[in-house]
């Protein structure tokens, strides 16, 4: 019996449809960002293509670099402006509109459960907190945007039965880097992700969308958390729903069965040069640092910076040490301001920046310079992420990284807390 | 127009496993400058590794690799060098994203090659069918048979890779819909 990833590919497909089977289905919802819509319109250029099918579905948002501050980002936005009004693309989130655009389709309800997005990036993943397929194409994105629709293989499917409780000290963002630390590439190569069990009742859509931003670091193709209670209260009054929720049959054929035990989790810090290089806080304790930044698609969310705040009010950022705070959203920034969080940030000498991807998109605001140490709570930590490509990036989550900018060194956020280690 | 060689007969050259698609495969900095022409790319590969690797490479020879071969942010930079170097690829696993850019550059392979290093020695003869999936190595006298491309892809690297695949795509649908309200405008 099918999977909830090959329910959503019937569906886009028109037909039935099995894992392994090479398909071209239509999706819900096309997704592009600034960084990459000047190059797929120089490509449908290229091509002679002047129209897009269904521009309607096309969402491009400016979340990598909403501040441009060189004349190259300058002319790159006009480029981007220029391509939304001659492509006609329907939901084009410029600067200061939104934020990003891996988080917003979210809490707008543009998706919901057993919706497909395609699109350029790899961390449309997100959408799966939502119950929505996310599948990336990367440059082939032109493809679809010409004609509609661009091959892709059904992905098979690893379900993920999540159980116990984070333990005080410990974010899910710590679960989520253990997960990819421990997991077999081989298991999880080009595989949905799919997460259920007990314990998914405890996480909300924002743990959600980090447990789904990272298991393509490792080689998955997408992450789908089941839906659920959780996401029907979420979506309730944001989401009119217009396809049929997808859960995988309970005989479905998965390639594996795993198990994430969240009471097992403690703080983790993901140490150079990859993200699933992750280990327990105390192995690099002590580890002085530069640079600290919470942000990215993987944790600049609401309950990220709450979790940060919670350390940092009263609290200072160490003299040689920055900070630098992104929320995902407009709507997360507003949010935040509500609840005094931007205050807190403002009064422990952190610096809160435009909503958006922030320093993790590259380093263009606030990056590296050589040698320098920073931890965050970024996507990736590969050499040259955020600038210099002699920095050492480390990644975490917001309590660890909180409690670092504050001791001026990594250290352990339960220390901070004043809870046993 | 000739008919698409899937049969190639050269030498092997024996990767490990996890071979990076930044760094090993090609510099990053191809990706970061966005280059994309194989005759350019080709005269980098496995640059850090060994820089003299790329100019000892003749084409119909095989890359022989294990787990995982082009793993990390799935750049297409190296997947291009390889194919304009005239390789054919055999590889225990490819990851996802290296995987589609290895077909949409158009790369001779077989990705599902369980067991392959085994199979090789660098410099070994081989001769590989990439339609049907037979694998020979002509030194060792030994045969493998490896899954092929399901043909839904081959039909995309017989054309030469992705442009070309869309190039053909839009030709058929302009023939196939001139007058269509959302039809592209070739």
Known sequence: ???????????????????????????????????????AAAALDRFGVTEVQRPERVLVSTDHEPVATSPAAVLRQA??????????????????????????????????????????????TNFGAVGALGLYVLNEVTELLACGSVWTEVPETVRVTVRGSLAPGVTVRDAAQRFIAEADPQVLDDAVVEFAGPAMATLGIDSRMTLMNTPVELGARSALAEPDAVTEAYLRGRYRPGVEAARSDADAGFRARLDLDLSAVEPQVAVPPRPECAVPVGEVAGQRIDHAYIGSCASGFLDDLRLAAGLLRGRRVAPHVRLFVTPVTQAVQAAAAREGLLEVFAGAGA?????????????????????????????????????????????????????????????????????PA | ??????????????????????????????????????????????????????????????????????????????????RGAGLGLVAESVPGGSFRN???????????????????????????????????????????????????????????????????????????EPAGPNAPRL
């Not at chain 2, 007969?9 to 194989?38: K, N, Q, Y």
């Not at chain 2, 001779?108 to 999936?133: K, N, V, W």
């Open chain 1, 1 to 39: 019996m099918p999977t909830a990833a090959e329910k959503i590919l019937s569906r886009a497909c028109g037909r039935a449809v099995a894992a392994g089977d090479i398909v071209h289905p239509v999706p819900d919802l096309v997704t592009l960002h600034d960084w990459y819509v000047t190059h």
């Open chain 1, 79 to 124: 480029q981007a402006r220029q391509a939304a009004a001659r492509f006609r693309f329907g939901m084009f989130h410029d600067v200061g509109r939104e934020g990003l655009g891996h988080v917003f389709p979210v809490e707008r309800g543009i998706l919901g459960p057993g919706m497909l997005a395609m699109g350029y990036d790899i961390h449309l």
């Open chain 1, 351 to 419: 610096i809160v920046t435009a909503p958006g991807c922030g320093i993790c998109a590259g380093g263009r605001i606030g990056g590296v310079g050589r040698g320098e140490v920073s931890i965050g709570t970024g996507t990736r930590n590969d050499p040259g992420r955020l600038g210099h490509p002699d920095a050492a990036l480390y990644l975490a989550g917001p309590l660890t990284v909180a409690a670092s900018a504050i001791a001026g060194e990594i250290c352990d956020p339960r220390q901070a807390l004043g809870w």
């Open chain 2, 1 to 82: 127009m000739t008919a698409f060689n899937w049969v190639l007969r050269g030498s092997a050259w024996v990767f490990g496993h996890d071979v990076a698609v930044d760094g090993d495969l090609m510099p990053l900095e191809f990706a970061l400058r966005r280059e994309t022409d194989p005759e350019v790319l080709r005269h980098h590969l496995f640059a850090q590794l060994d820089s003299g690797l790329a100019a000892r490479f003749r084409p119909g020879d095989i890359i022989v690799a294990g787990r995982r071969f082009a793993q990390g942010n799935p750049h297409i930079q190296g997947l291009l060098g390889l």
């Open chain 2, 102 to 176: 290895a077909v949409s550059a158009g790369l001779r392979m077989l990705p599902r090659a369980e067991g392959a290093i085994g199979e090789a020695a660098t410099g070994d003869a081989l001769e590989i069918d990439f339609r049907t999936g037979l694998f020979r190595n002509l030194t060792r006298g030994t045969e493998r048979r490896w899954p092929p491309l399901p043909p839904g892809l081959q039909t995309i690297i017989e054309v030469g890779g992705w442009e070309a695949s869309f190039r053909q795509r839009l030709a058929m649908m302009k023939a196939a």
